[in-house]
Nanobody, 126 residues
Framework: QVQLVESGGGLVQVGGSLRLSCAAS????????MGWFRQDPGKEREFVAA????????YYADSVKGRFTVSRDNAKNTVYLQMSSLKPEDTAVYYC???????????????????WGQGTQVTVSS
């Protein structure tokens, strides 16, 4: 089992920045591909970004490319999502997720991820 706990969400103005963190426990963190998703009420969960086991490679949704950066610190069992130039449409609950037993870091569908955090709210106000 893997436990994931997100933090760092909050209220930010348009154009601002925010950094989300996700702390993992219960399994060797470096064996997990990590991803970030987001979800607005009434909408499907949307892929945001993913990062390989080593952190050398990452993959982004087109909607966040160039504005968001995913990174990880395997020594701290933590993955981050640095969000910049935030827009109102970035408002959502953001979820951290993990894939076990795979090296593929381009997985964008929620069902491909085995473990999920509880989510953290990000609200971008204009």
């Amino acid at each position: 089992q893997v436990q994931l706990v997100e933090s760092g969400g909050g209220l930010v103005q348009v154009g601002g920045s925010l950094r989300l963190s996700c702390a993992a426990s219960g399994r060797t963190f470096s064996q997990l591909v990590m991803g970030w998703f987001r979800q607005d009420p009434g909408k499907e969960r949307e892929f945001v970004a993913a990062i390989s086991r080593t952190g050398e490679s990452s993959y982004y949704a087109d909607s966040v490319k160039g504005r968001f950066t995913v990174s990880r610190d395997n020594a701290k069992n933590t993955v981050y999502l640095q969000m910049s130039s935030l827009k109102p449409e970035d408002t959502a609950v953001y979820y951290c997720a993990a894939v076990a037993g795979s090296y593929i870091y381009t997985q964008t569908r929620a069902w491909e991820y085995h473990y999920w955090g509880q989510g953290t709210q990000v609200t971008v106000s204009s």
